[in-house]
């Protein structure tokens, strides 16, 4: 969707190195959540914030943080103590609500390798 | 925790036949599949979804069904093309986990001409 932006496309960490990924969405959603994609292998949720200031872990949230202090923004920090982080990061939206089942649109994606 | 399973994980069809890629889920509570369509290298996007009080929808070539009592729930395309070639993730939605979709681990459709 057009309304997603991640950046950048491509990334690449040094050993010891925190990077963070940037997503950014005009949609207006309420709702923001983070991906990871391997190799032949379905999403893996990380992250995901209801609402502005709010946040939780998903599946896989070791070596991860995240920030959510504006509405249109979702940060995530690949840190060091991540030692497997090369995948395909996948940033998703929703217009969110209490139940929490609206469709999710995602992001180009940004792909994070190891150098 | 919700449990998705996908088959098949590979399917191969010629140009005008069906496809058929069946999920099944372990938590009697989910209330919300979506598919999502993902080619090489490109974002998921989002082809149709369901929820839990209807059966089936459809969308041109495009349908799911869903049986809650077998706790399962299936893509079909018909009259398939070319440009059908991706793969094609199912999810489900528990009602005890707000937002978090648990997704299976996808299928790769080759559509031959």
């Known amino acids: 969707d057009g309304g997603i932006t991640q950046s950048p496309k491509y990334l690449f960490r040094k050993e010891g190195q925190n990077v963070t990924l940037s997503c950014e969405q005009n949609?207006?959603?309420?709702?923001m959540y983070w991906y990871r994609q391997d190799p032949g292998q379905g999403l893996r949720l990380i992250y995901y914030?209801?609402?502005?200031?709010?946040?939780q872990k998903g599946d896989i949230a070791e070596g991860y943080s995240v920030s959510r202090e504006k509405k249109e923004s979702f940060p995530l920090t690949v840190t060091s103590a991540q030692k497997n982080p090369t995948a395909f990061y996948l940033c998703?939206?929703?217009?969110?609500?209490?139940?929490?089942?609206?469709?999710?649109?995602f992001g180009d994606g940004t792909r994070l390798s190891i150098l | 925790g919700e449990n998705v399973e996908q088959h098949p994980s590979t399917l191969s069809v010629q140009e005008g036949d069906s496809a058929v890629i069946k999920c099944t889920y372990s938590?009697?509570?989910?209330?919300?599949f979506p598919w999502y369509k993902q080619e090489l290298g490109k974002r998921p996007q989002l082809i149709i979804d369901?929820?839990?009080?209807?059966g089936e929808k459809k969308d041109q070539r495009i349908a799911v069904t869903l049986n809650k009592t077998a706790k399962h729930f299936s893509l079909h395309i018909t009259e398939t093309q070319p440009e059908d070639s991706a793969v094609y993730f199912c999810?489900?939605?528990?009602?005890?986990?707000?937002?978090?979709?648990?997704f299976g681990a996808g299928t790769q459709v080759v559509v031959t001409p």
């Open positions: 914030s209801q609402i502005v200031n709010d946040f």
């Open positions: 998703a939206s929703s217009i969110g609500g209490s139940l929490g089942n609206q469709p999710q649109h």
């Open positions: 938590d009697s509570a989910s209330n919300y």
């Open positions: 369901i929820r839990s009080n209807v």
């Open positions: 999810a489900a939605r528990p009602t005890d986990s707000w937002g978090k979709l648990q």
């Open positions: 949609l207006n959603h309420d709702a």
